[in-house]
């Protein structure tokens, strides 16, 4: 038998499936060929944001007998993550800037992620064997992006390919502010019409959180519910921390909201007032001697807010609403009681004959709970709290529930708001 040698072996080389770029929140197969049988390797993934910020992962792996390394069937030997993980390279990232999370601020470029394998088990200091760069993106072939200035309402509006009608979807994010737009991208690549709202430090909206008015967010309802690509009577709410103690109050004041998706949502009213009509809700108290340092001298605030049980003039009053609810929640949520929130909004819906919402707890996942891939932030700066805290969650296990609630909630809204579930091409 020849010897296998390194004269007549081909050059290792990096396949990608899909080859060059597909949406950020599909799947990508990672293999090498053309190794040494049994070669010990380093493979390494990293992306710059578009602040600069540099999120690298490694991970030490072993050849089979062939020369081969296939990520879905060769466990990780360790680095940024073990076992069987074939995106764990996207997953596992860690940013160079403490406490920074990712974030794609224009979703009409990709990410650009480049791949390495390296000879060894050193993550800096092996020989380069091959590379790849993969583009990940936001918008899935014929999407629209249509900016949005009507009356008060600030918003980007991503439209399907085809003639629609759509379902429609009001999409919120948190306490960061401004207009963020790529999980209402993603989401209307599979079928839905999807209006990123701002509400407030965008444009000519409020600065600051201390008062909303739900007026301006009943304008925003109205306005898609009208929308001539928007079908149906009424449209789905998807909202996330402070958007969803947000989406809690809309479906509990407003009319035309048929289901709504809460991501990690407080039901009670917290650090701002909320005014609809002749109705105030008061925020809750602040307990800042319940808050706790950790040994990485972050500050955890799980604790921190008087229970809307005690002061029940801050409760939002789910009751009312007669909207159907998917609830979804990470165990390990450090920056509020998301479970408990989620328990205690079921028990007011029951209690007054409403349809009992669905709650999908995630053990060991934190706050940002965020579409498929994206790293877990488990600590960063809190606008109310003015610190660094610890927002919970173990890396893998998050992921794990990342996956699964973004499935959850589109077959959800396809259900409730009546749309063909689509399937989306890997490749762009």
Sequence with gaps: MQAFTAQNRMAPIMILEPADSCLFDQPVLIAVHGLAPEQPVTLRAALRDEKGALFRAHARYRADARGDLDLARAPALGGSFSGIEPMGLLWAMEPDRPFWRLIKRDVQTPFVVELEVLDGHEPDGGRLLARAVHERHFMAPGVRRVPVREGRVRATLFLPPGNGPFPGIVDLFGV???????????????????????????????????????????????????????????????????????????????????????????????????????????????????????????????????????????????????????????????????????????????????????????????????????????????????????????????????????????????????SEERTIPSKL
Excluded at 286 to 295: E, Q
Excluded at 305 to 318: D, Y
Excluded at 372 to 396: D, Q, R, S, W
């Design 176 to 418: 960061g502010g401004g207009l963020l737009e790529y999980r209402a991208s993603l989401l209307a690549g599979k079928g839905f019409a999807v209006m990123a709202l701002a509400y407030y430090n965008y444009d000519d909206l409020p600065k600051g959180m201390k008062v909303f008015h739900l007026e301006y967010f009943e304008e925003a309802v109205n306005y898609l519910l009208s929308h001539p690509q928007v079908k149906g009577s009424g449209i789905g709410l998807l909202g996330i921390s402070k958007g969803g103690e947000l989406g809690l109050a809309m479906a509990s004041f407003l009319k035309g909201i048929k289901a709504a998706v809460i991501i990690n949502g407080s039901v009670a009213a917290v650090g701002s007032t909320m005014h609809y009509k002749d109705e105030t809700i008061p925020p809750v108290t602040s307990l800042k001697k319940r808050v706790r340092r950790t040994k990485d001298g972050l500050l955890n605030v799980v604790d921190a807010l008087e229970s809307p049980l005690v002061e029940e003039k801050s409760f939002i009053p789910v009751e009312r609403s007669d909207t159907t609810f998917l609830l979804l929640v990470g165990q390990d949520d450090h920056n509020w009681k998301s479970e408990f929130y989620a328990n205690e909004i079921s028990k007011r819906l029951q209690a007054q004959g409403k349809e009992k919402p669905q709650i999908i707890c995630y053990p060991e996942a934190g706050h940002y709970i965020e579409p498929p891939y994206f790293p877990l932030c488990k600590a960063g700066m809190h606008l109310l709290v003015g610190a660094n805290i610890t927002f919970g969650g173990e890396p893998k296990p998050h992921a794990v529930a990342q996956v699964d609630a973004w499935q959850q909630l589109q077959t959800f809204f396809h259900k409730h708001l009546g």
